[in-house]
């Protein structure tokens, strides 16, 4: 940092910014534009008229039908907001546009910033074979094997041997598990081979299959980290997403429990070498699969904020948002490597809209009550409030529960009880999953891999059923029952209402009664 | 105040009357030391004896839920003096609807009308946030009626379909 490097004079900085997305995240960027005195601008589909960041943007404006691609993918009603609203940045958070090169090519024509990388270093992350070339220059990591697909059994059986078994066969083409065949032993791969090629055929019209080690409950390690555009990459520590359905990322926690210092260096070093490699700049997030011996092997490049970005923020004091918006403007990062320290531990919980009894399916409706925690070592990012209806027609992420501690069990104490603490009425929600998580027994001693909620998923909940049997909470429930029938606002009528400062309700008979009926239907 | 409260096919009789600011709670004719404060619509802040619950009421489609901590208890509460207190039965016999269970759009219908299914066959898939839900039978029997059309948007409760 020498002189050229402070903070961008006032008279530089955006004035105003787009924020080219919705829900929770929407949100969090127009709170870090208020707080660095930069104006708001949020665009709305149809359906997200009356949405929470509609409400905290400074301008709002329609852009369309609530299918995305009818608004929120739609780049040139988005370029279209952003001249007549004048903005001069626009920040996609994650999702819709953010990792769409073409929308990053258009701002540029546009002459509006666009905050994230570049159109050509998206582009040389977004192809799987062109990043791995250049990847394998800079000397990454990869998961041993045939990045080309195998000419015949003989060439399988001598990679096989190379690399050694377990090794997965996987279709060129692939994506779903199609194609895909786990080998033990040299006696299976013949048959394996055959099957992927034909099944290889089936689903893709192509048989082209290739060959990689096996790497069996592996963890999911990311390192974030932060390029400017004056050529400073840092890496802001790790973040363990192990916790997966579905391939979603459900709990995600900094630091891993199982990244000592070292390793944080040496995986940190990694990342940044695969940023500077695509001349990366902005926050990127660079994903590895780690094998149970800690080997780690590049995964991809996410060329964009990630959803679980708080995490990152809480153990390093960072706050990624504004690190991006200022990068953007074209500062020099305002830390250096030695400057990053990882302090305490944070652990994120993904609310989903979702219902936990029924397979974990979309629940979208109107919240009839919403009771959110607060306290000490608790960050609560939200798209929600209460009386909003969740429309059916995004992603069903509607909140992001953090919970920070000095150490990884203090965080999890603070995040139960603040599960505890949060409930959401009149929709489902997957709050129930989390109270399971942390207080699974391979959770609290952080023996997680990729396969931890599958294998959770499939045992009975036994607590669960323990409290819905209780005979004292039962109790509990009659008499509340009882007691919502006699103070609730429709017990109004002949006998008394008590309410909480002891007024009783006589005010307005007229319409008590109206709301009695009401509340007796609700109640049949 | 008598009600009658049902919950997991058990029926409480719960006496609940105001005396000198005090409530007087009977609990199947146990006598219970209640006190209770709605600090804000439904949210009860319930003492009985020193122990304290903080207790939450969900209304969704025609159920109410009284939540006591994590535990979620469906419940039906009838004023016996109340002639709307009535229950209706459930039968499995007569024909059964089909509802949706969230607010969606219909992709696809598996069945014409006139198929006979099995118990859990699927019938129809509702979309809702880019998932697909089946919509099974409840019972065995014959389609009879098929009352939304692929496309349609639905919501939650509306009647997609009855089995007979």
């Known amino acids: ?524 | 105040m008598t009600y009658e409260v049902l919950i997991d096919g058990n029926n409480y009789r719960l006496e609940l009357d105001r005396l000198e600011g005090r409530w007087l709670c009977r609990l199947d004719g146990r006598e219970i030391e209640v006190d209770a404060v709605l600090p804000r619509p439904d949210v009860l802040s319930l003492r009985i004896g020193n122990k304290a619950y903080e207790v939450k009421c969900e209304r969704v489609a025609n159920e109410v839920h009284f939540w006591v901590g994590s535990a979620r208890f469906a419940a039906q509460v009838r004023d016996p003096r109340s002639l709307r207190g009535r229950v209706r039965a459930v039968d499995d016999q007569g024909p059964r609807k089909l509802t949706a269970p969230m607010p969606g759009k219909i992709v696809r219908v598996l069945v014409r009308p006139g198929t006979e299914v099995e118990a859990g066959a699927g019938v129809l898939v509702v979309e809702a946030m880019k998932m697909q839900n089946e919509i099974k039978s409840p019972k065995k029997g014959t389609i009879q009626k098929i009352l939304v059309a692929e496309g349609a948007a639905v919501n939650a409760g509306d009647v997609l379909a009855i089995v007979e």
Request: one cysteine or more; hydrophobic letters at 40%; charged letters at 25%.
């Open chain 1, 1 to 524: 940092m020498g002189a050229a490097v402070g903070p961008t004079p006032r008279c530089l900085m955006f004035k105003k910014i787009l924020i080219a997305n919705r829900g929770e995240i929407a949100v969090r960027v127009i709170r870090a534009c208020h707080e660095m005195g930069i104006a708001a601008v949020a665009v709305y589909s149809d359906v997200d008229r009356a949405a929470l960041h509609v409400r905290k943007a400074d301008e709002a404006y329609p852009i369309g039908a609530p299918p995305a691609t009818e608004s929120y993918l739609n780049i040139d009603k988005i370029l279209d907001v952003a001249a007549r609203s004048g903005a001069d940045a626009i920040h996609p958070g994650y999702g819709f546009l953010s990792e769409n090169a073409k929308f990053a090519r258009a701002c540029v024509d546009a002459g509006v910033k666009f905050i994230g990388p570049t159109a050509a270093a998206m582009d040389a992350m977004g192809s799987k074979t062109r990043a791995r070339q250049a990847m394998e220059r800079a000397g990454v990591p990869f998961v041993p094997g045939t990045s080309r697909g195998l000419e015949s059994f003989e060439q399988a059986e001598q990679v096989a041997t190379g690399i050694g078994y377990p090794v997965m066969l996987k279709a060129a083409a692939g994506g779903g598990g199609k194609g895909m065949r786990l080998v033990h032993a040299s006696k299976d791969l013949k048959s394996a081979l055959d099957g992927a090629r034909s099944e290889a055929e089936r689903s893709f019209g192509d048989s082209e299959v290739y060959i990689e080690k096996a790497i069996l409950n592996p963890r999911h390690i990311e390192i974030q980290i932060l390029a400017d555009e004056h050529g400073n990459t840092v890496y802001l520590g790790e973040r363990e997403c192990s916790l997966q359905r579905r391939h979603q990322k459900v709990v995600e926690e900094a630091p891993s429990p199982m990244v000592d210092p070292e390793m944080r260096r040496q995986m940190g070093a990694v990342a940044v070498r695969v940023a500077e490699a695509a001349g990366y700049t902005n926050a990127g997030t660079v994903e590895f699969l780690v094998d149970q011996q800690k080997n780690f092997y590049f995964l991809e490049m996410n060329t964009r904020l990630q959803v679980e970005h708080p995490v990152t923020e809480l153990v390093t004091g960072l706050d990624l948002v504004h690190l991006q918006i200022r990068i953007a403007a074209g500062e020099r990062l305002p830390v250096t490597q030695d400057d990053v320290t990882i302090r305490g531990h944070a652990i994120e919980c993904r609310i989903y809209a979702e219902d936990p009894d029924n397979n974990y399916f979309p629940s979208p409706g109107k919240i009839t009550l919403l009771l959110a925690p607060s306290g000490p070592g608790i960050r609560r990012d939200s798209g929600m409030y209460e009386g909003w209806t969740v429309p059916m027609d995004y992603d069903p992420l509607l909140a992001k529960l953090i919970g920070y501690g000095t150490d990884r069990n203090q965080a999890i104490g603070r995040l139960t009880r603040a599960l505890n603490e949060y409930f959401v009425g009149g929709i489902k929600t997957n709050i129930s999953l989390f109270r399971r998580i942390l207080r699974h027994p391979d959770f609290l001693s952080a023996k997680l891999d990729t396969g931890f909620l599958d294998r959770m998923l499939k045992q009975k909940d036994d607590v669960q059923l323990d409290s819905c049997t209780h005979p004292a909470a039962v109790e509990v429930a009659v008499i509340a029952a009882g007691m919502f029938a006699v103070l609730g606002p429709a017990a109004a009528g002949p006998s008394e209402r008590v309410s909480a400062d002891g007024s009783s309700g006589k005010a307005s008979k007229a319409a008590s009664q109206w709301k009695n009926a009401a509340h007796q239907e609700a109640m049949r």
